[in-house]
């Protein structure tokens, strides 16, 4: 018949591997596609067990498959983004693609034949490495993205929507185990005179300096971040109000000796620092929290900056802001 | 008349193919996990596609879900999706079903595995009583644990006009183990369906 002696030349020109073995695992037919990719002949490896011309094939888990597709006379399948090739072939982009192997999708079918007493399986290859360069670039971009989707642009500190986000979900561990948790809120003092003395490039310069030098000082545990303009939060998880004020103290001090270089012009900063630390039977809501640490940051300003104070229950003597 | 314009006739046939291609389905099964398969008659009920999403927000609510996907298609323009949902606590009895060594392969692979084996058993044996066969896409994650199953099904299920629901619940003797499968079926493929039953029918 004439459409089949179509079949040869097709399954030659195609663009996928076609492999056939019998119940026993011999190699039965193989198409050029897996001969070039292979470097090998069906002439060489007819007869041969597919686990003695293949040697890297997961063994153990291929047996089990195909013993799948005899016992139940229905395909079985390996997905690329599970198991990324079953057959160690190398693919025709070695140099845009990351990966040395070709990823591969393969198909496992009973086949139907009246011409031998052995089952056989033809077992599908298709090359898939675009598919997996497309998803390696994918995941890559989705981690910048999230990060970026948390960061401060300017200082790489955490963005105020997410540290918000991040002090909500702290105050309700705090409150389900019962432990303690402080708030510590800083802002730069006279922010404005440092830009009118050093333009604007120079005010970033030192937010940004700022930033990573008091992440230095932190535990891995503790969230700093940016609430706006010049002023900065940190999380401290797990700490009472005479720890965060010990913690405080010590940004404050090392900040204030901590000279910094700009255009052959040392600048230094110093900051005022609000301590509060979340009384469970008062603060509903992260906000509370907030608003007590910014109380005692204002009274900081108020008397005279470069220093730290703590927010005390009950003490009404906290005045509005002042620069 | 029930919905979808299936005569009644129509209907019990279509319930005893499937009755039948669950029992082969079970058989098969119950010989290559080399275990006592128990299998309940399959309710089955033909809704609209949109019905779907709503019918299972319900029981899949609470729990950790997955829906697996498996495009089907045979001759006599028979087609459709097959949707299998697990309850994310059967994962590690899958496991031990299919004799799998904890950490050999990924929780995904173990239940595209299971879905597949059971999709293409049972259809194959629904194919093989209308002397159809059918060949089968890979089957396909839909969702992750943490995805919701209602809005992953009407993503899905917006394709398509109509399902066929088919609740499958299978028991082994070590272990329990239900699942749901839903076929989506599109319109054109119901009436082929139809004039396949019909010729059934006329045969008895």
Known sequence: MPHLSLSNPILAQLNSGVLVIDDEYRIRYLNAFVERHANLALSDVIGQSIFNV???????????????????????????????????????????????????????????????????????????????????????????????????????????????????????????????????????DKFKDLNDKYGHLGGDFVLVELSSFISSLLRDSDLLGRY???????????????????????????????????????????????????????????????????????????TGRNRVCSFQAGNTEYHKKVN | MSPLGFSIEQRDCLQEIIN??????????????????????????????????????????????????????????????AIVLYQMDNAHRISALLGYEPGDVSEIEMLTDISSILTTTFLNGLAAQIENSLSYSAPRVLSSRHSNVADVLKATSFHWEHALKVDISYQLIDHSFNCDMILLIPGEAVSNIKTILDRILEAY
């Open chain 1, 228 to 302: 706006g303009g010049e002023e900065f939060g940190i999380i401290l998880p797990e700490t009472g109000l005479q720890g965060a004020v010990d913690v405080a103290e010590r940004i404050r001090q090392a900040v204030a000796d901590y000279p910094m270089l700009f255009n052959q012009q040392t600048i230094r900063a110093t900051l005022s620092i609000g301590v509060a630390e979340l009384d469970i039977k008062q603060h509903f809501l992260h906000e509370d929290v907030i608003r007590c640490a910014d109380m005692a940051l204002y009274n900081a300003k108020r």
């Open chain 2, 20 to 81: 039948v291609a669950m029992g082969l389905a079970s058989d098969k099964l119950a010989r290559f996990l080399n275990t006592f398969v128990h299998l309940q008659v399959p309710s089955i009920a033909l809704v609209g596609a949109t019905a779907i999403p709503d019918e299972f927000e319900h029981r899949y609510q609470d729990a950790e879900a997955t829906l697996v996907s498996q495009g089907f298609f045979g001759n006599e323009g028979v087609r459709g999706e």
């Open chain 1, 54 to 188: 293949f040697k890297d094939l997961p063994e153990a888990w291929l047996k089990r498959k195909l013993m799948s597709v005899l016992d139940l006379q229905s395909p079985a399948f390996s997905s690329w983004e599970q198991r990324q090739y079953i057959f160690k072939l190398p693919h025709l982009r070695p140099i845009t693609s990351s990966s040395q192997y070709m990823a591969q999708n393969c198909t496992m079918m009973p086949l139907h034949t009246d011409k031998t007493e052995h089952q056989l399986i033809c077992i599908l290859i298709e090359d898939a490495t675009d598919a997996f360069v497309y998803q390696q670039h994918l995941s890559r971009t989705l981690v910048e993205l999230e990060k970026a989707n948390r960061q401060d642009g300017l200082t790489k500190v955490l963005n105020r929507r997410y540290w918000e986000e991040q002090l909500k979900q702290e105050l309700h561990r705090a409150r389900r185990y019962q432990h303690s948790l402080s708030l510590i809120l800083f802002d730069l």
